[in-house]
């Protein structure tokens, strides 16, 4: 992921099983996770982002445009080719424009 560091996109995960930030952060920091996430502290499914946006798996992964437009969502850890893919397809369009 370091090669994309700086391009236009984002990567935002959001964490529904409970988790409080640090125990978030040292998962990530063990699993290196290159994106950001949200930590919602609540019983799986039960935190108010998980309610807002009708979460239920744990992860959920976002990608998100140039133009701030969720391109494709995740639920679960995503294949790291598609993910690829998906980054590939999110910064063509961003940066033929």
Not at 64 to 81: E, N
Request: net charge negative.
């Amino acid at each position: 992921m370091q090669r994309l560091e700086g391009r236009p996109f984002a990567l935002l995960g959001v964490s529904t099983n409970g988790s409080r930030p640090p125990e978030l952060d040292e998962a990530m920091e063990k699993a290196d996770l290159p994106w950001r996430s949200f930590a919602d502290p609540a019983p799986a499914g039960a935190g108010p982002i998980a309610r807002q946006w009708n979460l239920t798996t744990v992860p959920t992964l976002y990608l998100i445009d140039h133009l701030g437009v969720i391109r494709q969502k995740w639920l679960g850890a995503p294949d790291p080719a598609q993910l690829d893919e998906a980054i590939e397809r999110c910064l063509r369009a961003a940066e033929t424009k």
